[in-house]
RNA sequence: GCCAAAGUGGCGGAAUUGGCAGACGCGCGGGAUUCAAAAUCCCGUUUCCUCACGGAAGUGUGGGUUCGAUUCCCACCUUUGGCACCA
């Protein structure tokens, strides 16, 4: 700033000035007893990691800031709290390699990140703070666990109870009884094989592994049977289904959790295992029966099965022994071995063709007493419905490639519709191999005639017909229609007690147990006897005890394993042990919204009868890439708080929004590779590698440390001030989009802020700019200002906020045009101003001569009668194209605007010889003339 | 492969229910101010044809509905995000 200008604005200073005015004043201090309406707000708490929030984090902050202190002004009580997500892996691997103890770490890193935030200018009410790793914290955490764990899921009352009144069948033994309840809890302990991640030293939960490697870090993964805490999430499923619909959240995300959840309704069907020593028989009474086995499989076509022409086993079935053929022993062991080996990664991706072998067994299809040879093959899953599958190959993409590549048949039973068939044909889309083998050459193309060929070789083609359609080979079905074949397939199944209706869902139960240091530990000790006990509600918080090892012990326990001391103690004159596992970093965020409810609570987690004034949250901003985990998670716990009736409302989050990612700007050279922007050489406008001189092409990606495109805020801060820096991120573009972070529209908002200043201010004095008057401003001034209130109310509250920035520049251009304007107008646009650039604005109110705050000044309310211009511009049309324009009063009648379009001079010429077919006339906009 | 979102000037983006495409900002060009510069202010800026007046084309591509389509319908292409043998 020039030493002549004193009353410049000068950034630095008003925002220093107003953020310790606000944290002096306690300006954002929530009351929880108030006559005012309550509004909601929460952000997804960071976690501090050691960089520090990068650009992509005050973008949903500033969102939510906006809001708040728009509501605020509107008479809303506002809680608007923020916290840190601390538990968690980075702080524990920075422990394991520097031996510094995870909390100072956190700790540094927290008043980085607070540092950082409070620069921002953030309303948040920094009495509610809170950080996940604090024992006054994670006291309350392990309390919630300790409810999941001491409830059960009633499945005809659709909720959780209380363990205590679960009832147990009268005739149980000692033991028995206890695996009977432990069964039921809605945390239970579990050794089915789970992902371990050898380099991370701990489990992961099937959402933290993505394709086979670790979600963080890209680490391998593998399948390894494993004590663990589980969580039954799956109870929830349906649940987590319904209460979707009422929230108002983006549709996108619904569908992730869908599609995550899994639903699918269908059958189990029984088929009996036929051992026929003799293998003679091809086709055989269904009621016989020679067998001691059945299997089960699930699917979503029962109107399918007589289609059904083999079956396929996991080959982690545990059948698979019971029923394999002597002769096939050997190929099916090898079969299996080789398929432990490999990793889900080379099951799914890789696996292009597929595999399997034949058991040498046969099964019977209950539906028309065929023969069918069951095999295994790693294409179906043991951990999906009963690990099983019927095969319809004709019907089923999956089950045609395996036929096609074993020689399975291929029967067809569902008619395709014609514009299938036409595809195929006009596709060309026959497998020639299929055609020689059936001897088909000579294949008529027309539609009647390729329908009469696929109904008795459904494997002409190269794909499978896996649509809807008419039955077809089916008995007493055929004709029937899918969906109504399905209904009587199933009755019938029930009623010969061979199937029944069923549901399945990939959702699964939540891994809740990793094998860390570095979070809360589990309230459960376990006795030498193997009994398992819960800590006593009073006796929380299980303190995470000191320790310098950081490093996993060597009996693949976590860290805690290696503390003695804390490991063993006496209880009740025995010894027992500690759990060991401690829970995985979406434990905190689980509920992190009700603490901050009552944050300073030590009674309880919160206090009910604040709960039942905030919840639920009334808006909640965060990014879209925890679509399905916290949101999740989150929902779950809710549920089962809400049913043991510790929580009011069966969802927490009322309104989602997601802000879209905030991307860096990346290089790649020729052969795709990403190259890091500090090999990044810009010459013209052209790029190019500093060391081997490639060109390389620019393009969007995530910011990644290893891509060196990661933007800090601060240093834009420091340049250009918090208020420029928010109102930059919401100048760019749309809260949800996507979008790259480029510098190129910095400048604008910055100067935009130095005009409205300089409209207001005396830049030589500091003082009220003497334009500046108490007095009306002229009719088009008064209009703009009364529009601009209409806009900003409508694009706050439907987070436009890049349009609702655009109106305050064109207001603050034609004012400060002006020669004089209203005090009132400008202190209109302070309050407009003031949530989306809060420090200037408060600096410009106290010029403006007020003393106080403006942050509970009402919001300006506008007239919506001097919103409407009185004379309108209408445009005239010839064939829907643009020939003239006129002004006129708004809201004249059709037919004087029709008379007036027709009566100008260039349409009388443009109509010259023409004859007019029809007028369309809309009021206040155009008059569109239909000549030839 | 499947699902979701999105494709508009040199760039970010804007356009109530179908009704003047390109608001606002960046960049660029010209001018004013200045000894000069920065800053500021004013004018212009979709493309093509035309000295100009004016005209033509234009919202990913191709069709369709309509007096009129960035907006609605169908097919396709591209980008981003998610899922990935879930029977």
Known sequence: MSENNAGNYNFNDIEKKWQSFWESNKTFKTPDTTDKPKYYILDMFPYPSGDGLHVGHPEGYTASDIVSRYKRMQGFNVLHPMGYDAFGLPAEQYAVQHGIHPAITTEKNISNIRKQIKSLGFSYDWDREINTTQPEYYRWTQWIFLKLYNSFYD??????????????????????????????????????????????????????????????????????PMRQWMLRITSYADRLIDGLEDLDWAYGIKKLQLDWIGKSIGAEVDFKVYNDPAKTVEVLDTTIEKTEHTIKVFTTRPDTLFGATYMVLAPEHPLVDEILDDQQRFPVEMYKHEASLKSDLDRTDLAKDKTGVDTGAFAINPVNGQKIPIWISDYVLISYGTGAIMAVPSHDSRDFEFAKQFNLPINAVVSPT????????????????????????????????????????????????????????????????????????????????????????????????????????????????????????????????????????????????????????????????????????????????????????????????????????????????????????????????????????????????????????????????????????????????????????????????????????DDIIRDFGSDTMRLYEMFMGPLEANKPWNMNGLEGVH????????????????????????????????????????????????????????????????????KQRSKAAMEDFVLMLAPLAPHIAEELWAILGHDDTLSYVPWPKYDEALTVDPEIEIVVQINGKVRDKFMMDAGSDDKIIEETAMATEKIKTQLEGKTIRKVIVIKNRLVNIVAN
């Open 155 to 224: 499945a005809e009352q659709k909720k959780a109870r209380p363990i205590e009144e679960l009832e147990i069948p009268a005739d149980l033994s000692d033991d028995d009884r206890t695996k009977f309840i432990e069964n039921h809890r809605l945390a239970y302990e579990s050794n089915t094989p789970v992902n371990w991640c050898p380099a991370l030293g701990t489990v992961l939960a099937n959402e933290e592994v993505i394709g086979g490697v670790s979600e963080r870090g890209g680490h391998p993964v593998v399948r390894k």
């Open 418 to 713: 014609d514009k299938w068939l036409e595809e195929q044909v006009q596709k060309k889309n026959f497998d020639q191999d299929y055609l020689t083998k059936n001897k088909l050459e000579n294949i008529t193309e027309d539609a009647a005639g390729i329908r009469q060929v696929y109904n008795n070789h459904p494997g002409i083609f190269n794909d499978a017909f896996c649509g809807l359609g008419t039955a077809i080979n089916s008995d007493k079905f055929d004709g029937m229609a899918t969906e109504d074949f399905k209904v009587a397939i199933i009755a019938e199944l029930e009623k010969d007690k061979v199937g029944e209706k069923a549901v399945n869902y990939k959702l699964r139960d939540w891994l809740f147990s990793r094998q860390r240091y570095w979070g809360e530990p589990f309230p459960i000790i376990h006795h030498e006897d193997g009994k398992v006990e819960a800590i006593d509600e009073k006796d929380l918080p299980v303190l995470l005890p000191e320790t310098e090892n950081f490093k996993p012990s060597t009996t693949g326990e976590s860290p805690l394993a290696n503390v003695p001391e804390w490991l063993y103690f006496e209880k009740d004159g025995k010894k027992v042990r500690r759990e060991t596992n401690t829970m995985p970093q979406w434990a905190g965020s689980c509920w992190y919204y009700l603490r901050y409810i009552d944050a300073l609570n030590n009674q309880a987690p919160f206090d009910k009868a604040k709960e039942n004034y905030w919840m639920p949250v009334d808006l909640y901003i965060g990014g879209a890439e925890h679509a399905v985990l916290h949101l999740l998670y989150a929902r779950f716990w809710h549920k089962v708080l809400f049913d043991l009736g510790i929580v009011s409302t069966d969802e927490p989050f009322q309104k989602l929004v997601n802000q879209g990612m905030i991307l860096g700007l990346s290089y790649k050279d020729p052969r795709g590779v990403l190259v890091a922007n500090d090999l990044m050489e810009k010459k013209g406008d052209k790029f190019f590698h500093k060391e081997t001189g490639e060109e390389l092409v620019e393009f969007t990606a995530k910011m990644s440390k290893s891509l060196k495109n990661v933007v800090n805020p």
């Open 751 to 818: 100067r935009f802020l130095q005009k409205a200043w300089r409209m207001i201010v005396n830049a030589e004095t500091g003082k009220l700019n003497d334009a500046v008057v108490d007095a009306e401003d002229c009719a088009e001034l008064l209009r703009l200002r009364h529009k601009t209130i209409k806009k900003l109310t409508h694009d706050i509250e439907t987070f436009g906020f890049n349009t609702a920035i655009s109106q305050l520049m064109i207001f603050t251009n034609e004012f400060g045009k002006a």
